[in-house]
C-alpha cells in the first residue's frame, strides 16, 4: 500500500485554488473515500502536449529532425509526403502558406524544400550517398538555411490551418520510412536533447535571397525547449495512488507520446495500455507511412471526446471521467460535452480561442469551494508551473490571465 504522504499533492507551483481543487476531488473520489470500489476505480484524462509537458513533443521532434538532418527520406519521396494529402484537406499546390507572399504556394515552397534537401542529400555524409560535409558543414550552407526556413514555415501553417483525416494521407509526417521502434528511439533522442536544452526562446529563420527559388525569401520561426514539470508527474503518481486510472489522449503520435509517458527516465509512470495518440499506417515491412490509420478517431476535439466515449467509458461502466486535463481547443470538446467530469484543469495559454469560455467560467467561479473549472498558470520563459492562474508567455514578463477578443 502507498505511504499516505504519496497520497496528496504537494502544493509546489500550483495556483492554491487549483491545487485544492485537485485535492478535494482526489480525496472525495480516490481509495481514501468509503464510496470507492476498487472494482470500479475513477479514471482521469490528460492531454499531454502543453498540459502535462510544456511544450509540444511531436513540434520538438520535428525540430530535432531538422537540427540533426535525420530524415530516411529520398527527395522524392520528401516532396510526396508534402504534396500528396492536399485534396484531402481542402487544399491544392496554389494554396498560400504566407498571405503576404503571392509566391509563397504551397507547390511552391514545396518545390523549394525538395531542391534543396536535393542537395543536402548528395553533399551530408549522414544520409550515405557520397557526400562528405559534416553536420555543421551542411547547416552552414544556403541550402540548409533555404530547406529550414520553408520546411518550418510548411510544417507551422499545415498544422495549425488544416485538419487530418482518418485513412487519408499527412503532409507532416516526415518520421516515414521508420519502424515504431526507430521512431521510439528517435522520439528518446529529441525528449531528452530538449530536455537538457536549457533555453526557452523565438528564433527566426530566413531562407537566403541570394539562392534562386520560386517561394523567393521566407521567414519562420520556432520555440526552443521541453519541460516535464515535477507538479504533473507527481500528480500522475498521487492519482494512481489513490486508486484512480490515468490515461493519456494526445494528438501526437501514439509511439512518441508513449515514449513521453512510459520510459523512466522521464518520471510519469504510464504504461502504453493507457496512452492513446495518432495512429498511422505500415507498409508490409513494418515502416510508417505518412498517412492516417483508417477506422482511428483523430484525436483532438470531437475525436478526442469520442475516443473517451468510445474506447473508455465501455472499460468504465459507461462512466465519464472524474477529471478532464487540458490546453486548447483540441480539449474545449471534451470539457464542454462531459458535463459528468467533476473537475476540468485549464493550463493558461492565453489563446484567442474557445478556452477563452472556459478561462473566463475559471475566473468566474475562482471563490467557489467545488468548482468545476480552474485554470493554471506557466511562466513560458521558464518552462515552469507558476503558483498562479495567470501566464507569462515566452518572451514577455507580463502576467496574463484572460484573452478579450
Not at 518520421?175 to 525528449?191: C, H, T, W
Request: one cysteine or more; glycine letters at 6%.
Amino acid at each position: 500500500m502507498p505511504e499516505k504522504h504519496n497520497k496528496i499533492l504537494s502544493s509546489k507551483n500550483w495556483a492554491p485554488h487549483t491545487h485544492q481543487a485537485l485535492n478535494a476531488v482526489i480525496s472525495s473520489y480516490g481509495n481514501q473515500s468509503s464510496s470507492f470500489d476498487p472494482a470500479a476505480p475513477p479514471y482521469v484524462v490528460f492531454d499531454f502536449d502543453n498540459t502535462s509537458a510544456i511544450m509540444d513533443i511531436e513540434d520538438t521532434l520535428m525540430l530535432y529532425m531538422l537540427l540533426h538532418l535525420d530524415y530516411r527520406l529520398t527527395p522524392d519521396q520528401f516532396h510526396a509526403i508534402l504534396t500528396d494529402g492536399l485534396e484531402n484537406v481542402g487544399a491544392t499546390v496554389d494554396t498560400l502558406l504566407n498571405k503576404t507572399n503571392p509566391l509563397a504556394t504551397i507547390g511552391n515552397i514545396a518545390d523549394d524544400i525538395k531542391v534543396a534537401y536535393a542537395w543536402l542529400y548528395k553533399q551530408y555524409e549522414g544520409f550515405m550517398q557520397g557526400g562528405t560535409l559534416s553536420l555543421e558543414e551542411a547547416k552552414k550552407s544556403s541550402y540548409y538555411e533555404e530547406f529550414a526556413a520553408k520546411i518550418r514555415l510548411f510544417y507551422t501553417v499545415i498544422n495549425g490551418d488544416f485538419k487530418r483525416k482518418a485513412g487519408y494521407p499527412w503532409m507532416t509526417y516526415l518520421f516515414a520510412q521508420r519502424s515504431s521502434e526507430e521512431l521510439r528511439q528517435l522520439a528518446y533522442q529529441s525528449i531528452s536533447y530538449w530536455l537538457q536544452y536549457g533555453k526557452f526562446e523565438r528564433v527566426t529563420l530566413t531562407s537566403p535571397a541570394d539562392l534562386t527559388s520560386k517561394a523567393g525569401v521566407i521567414v519562420s520561426h520556432y520555440d526552443t525547449g521541453l519541460a516535464f514539470p515535477n507538479e504533473l508527474k507527481e500528480l500522475y503518481h498521487v492519482l494512481q495512488a489513490n486508486g484512480i486510472v490515468v490515461y493519456v489522449i494526445s494528438a501526437s503520435p501514439v509511439d512518441v507520446v508513449q515514449v513521453a509517458a512510459t520510459h523512466p527516465d522521464f518520471g510519469y509512470g504510464l504504461d502504453n495500455e493507457h496512452i492513446i495518440g495518432m495512429y498511422y499506417n505500415k507498409d508490409e515491412n513494418g515502416l510508417i507511412q505518412p498517412s492516417m490509420q483508417p477506422g482511428k478517431n483523430i484525436t483532438k476535439g470531437p475525436g478526442k471526446t469520442a475516443v473517451i466515449t468510445e474506447q473508455l467509458m465501455p472499460k468504465h461502466n459507461e462512466k465519464q471521467p472524474l477529471m478532464l486535463f487540458g490546453d486548447s481547443t483540441g480539449d474545449y470538446d471534451m470539457m464542454m460535452e462531459l458535463k459528468d467530469a467533476k473537475l476540468c484543469v485549464l493550463f493558461n495559454r492565453y489563446m484567442n480561442d474557445d478556452t477563452q469560455k472556459l478561462a473566463r467560467e475559471a475566473f468566474r467561479t475562482i471563490e467557489d469551494e467545488n468548482p468545476r473549472i480552474v485554470l493554471q498558470g506557466r511562466d513560458e520563459n521558464k518552462g515552469s508551473l507558476r503558483p498562479s492562474e495567470k501566464t507569462i508567455l515566452l518572451g514577455t514578463q507580463e502576467e496574463v490571465l484572460i484573452h478579450e477578443a
